[in-house]
């Protein structure tokens, strides 16, 4: 199938265009930007660092309002698995909006959203799916962080929470409480109270001075040694919250080991595990889920993002045992997005339907490959981690390391690297330590040719930011 089919034929990832042809690319702002800058607020982010005014966009192509042409390797920060504008998904919307069948029915069903459960309950692994319901939340991933951590409270009658170092769960108050970036919530004050931090593992800058293997059995240790510790300061928990894979904290993937080991000790000390999946699930890891990697279930699953096939749309998932909810203790308005459904459960079928699981494992590789090579040749290059199409490279200043002995964080070369890729027509992220990693998360759909593509426009950036 051409994704692109909508895009006139030079507009395509040409070669004269990819990679290459830094000269033709005008960041001037137009109006639509200067026009943005003037009416939003300043609390808008992406346009900082990704100065363009898109006209429209398909499969992994954007084009802006001058009619430059981008790889989009962002995708909506993951949330559009299958890329912008796919047809399927396009005639699903069409074919929901003509039905007759209201946008929002609360929480009041409809084929649409029995359709879109059974599509999920056959996407979950069946040792999960077996016995769990599902709930369904607000629009965005932050409402179901809080609905999770309600959900374990009440479950448990404790009130702390653990969570981890590096950690991004969203901006509301209780998701906020649990990030680990400190900038967010400086000048924030009424946080929800009674959170922990215990240290995540993270080889390059390990807590232990350990790295590798040797590092992971040492934050575990740490971990198990503090929820025993009667005099460690913090009560039993209700619930430990973790993603598998942490996106916004600089892409770093927890070893099989160190979640079934997480797995092992809360549920020796009856903690509710919560698996926060809504950037790293849904293929994205090359598993269905990326708790899959570690043959674990959570106790509690939560989805956002992709989930919606590209629209507002957050859930959870857990085992029956667990919905001790009072009718209405948590409800919102926009829970029955009946859009994101049905494009939600098309996403889904398509992603079974064309070993999407599969393609974004070998395209993970693949790209993996490449920025390794460029990692070669680049000392600026720390590491290049990741799973599936879920990829971050950590840029630092070789020449320096910080008071523990950990490389510097480069953010400002970090920065002129990604301008420098958007200026070869690339779309990347940026997040980790003080905004020194760079990320890859393209649709799942993504192609061989298009993922040599990125990796040669990025190492053009990084040639000419390195060097």
Not at 162 to 171: E, P, R
Not at 191 to 207: A, I, N, T
Not at 386 to 414: C, F, N, V
Not at 446 to 462: C, G, K, L, N, P
């Amino acid at each position: 199938m051409n994704y692109h089919a909508e895009l006139r034929p030079e507009e395509l990832h040409r070669s004269d265009l990819f990679p290459g042809h830094r000269g033709d690319y005008d960041f001037t702002p137009d109006s639509t930007l200067r026009n943005q800058e003037r009416l939003e607020s300043a609390v808008r982010s992406y346009p900082r660092r990704l100065p363009i005014s898109i006209q429209r966009a398909h499969g992994t192509s954007i084009v802006d309002t001058r009619g430059q042409v981008y790889l989009d390797c962002l995708a909506g920060a993951g949330a559009l698995a299958l890329g912008h504008n796919h047809p399927e998904i396009c005639q699903e919307i069409v074919a929901q909006l003509n039905s007759g069948l209201p946008y929002q029915t609360l929480d009041m069903t409809t084929p649409v959203k029995d359709g879109f459960i059974r599509e999920l309950m056959g996407f979950l692994p069946p040792s999960f799916a077996a016995d769990g319901c599902i709930q369904f939340c607000g629009p965005s991933g932050s409402d179901a962080v809080e609905a999770s951590l309600k959900l374990a409270k009440l479950f448990t009658g404790r009130s702390s929470v653990i969570s981890f170092h590096g950690a991004y769960h969203g901006m509301t108050n209780g998701s906020l409480a649990l990030m680990g970036n400190l900038n967010a919530k400086e000048r924030r004050t009424g946080l929800m109270p009674d959170v922990h931090f215990l240290p995540f593992p993270y080889g390059l800058r390990c807590k232990f001075g350990l790295g590798g293997e040797a590092g992971e059995r040492a934050s575990i240790r740490f971990i198990e040694s503090v929820l025993h510790d009667q005099e460690s300061g913090i009560v039993k928990p209700a619930a430990i919250i973790v993603e598998p894979i942490q996106g916004e904290g600089g892409v770093i993937p927890a070893s099989p080991y160190w979640l079934r080991e997480i797995r092992r000790i809360t549920s020796e000390l009856g903690i509710v595990l919560i698996l926060d999946e809504i950037q790293c699930g849904i293929a994205r890891s090359g598993r269905h889920f990326a708790f899959e990697h570690a043959g674990i279930d959570p106790d509690i699953l939560i989805l956002s993002k992709a989930i919606g096939g590209g629209l507002p749309l957050s859930c959870l998932v857990f085992k029956k045992k667990f919905d001790v909810w009072n009718a209405g203790e948590h409800a919102g308005t926009f829970r029955g997005n009946q859009l994101a459904m049905a494009a939600g459960a098309k996403t889904l079928q398509i992603i079974q339907r064309d070993r999407l699981d599969d393609n974004a494992h070998r395209m993970g590789e693949r790209l993996q490959g490449h920025l390794q090579v460029l990692q070669c040749s680049h000392a600026c290059i720390a590491e290049v981690r990741g799973k599936g199409l879920m990829l971050g490279i950590e840029i630092i200043d070789e020449r320096q390391s910080d008071k523990l002995g950990h490389p510097l964080a480069a953010p400002e070369l970090a920065g002129r690297i990604q301008r420098a890729s958007l200026q070869h027509g690339l779309i990347i992220e940026k997040g980790g330590r003080h905004g020194a990693v760079l990320r890859f998360l393209p649709p799942l759909n993504i192609t061989s040719q298009e993922v040599d593509v990125a990796a040669r426009s990025f190492a053009m950036a990084v040639e000419a930011c390195a060097n």
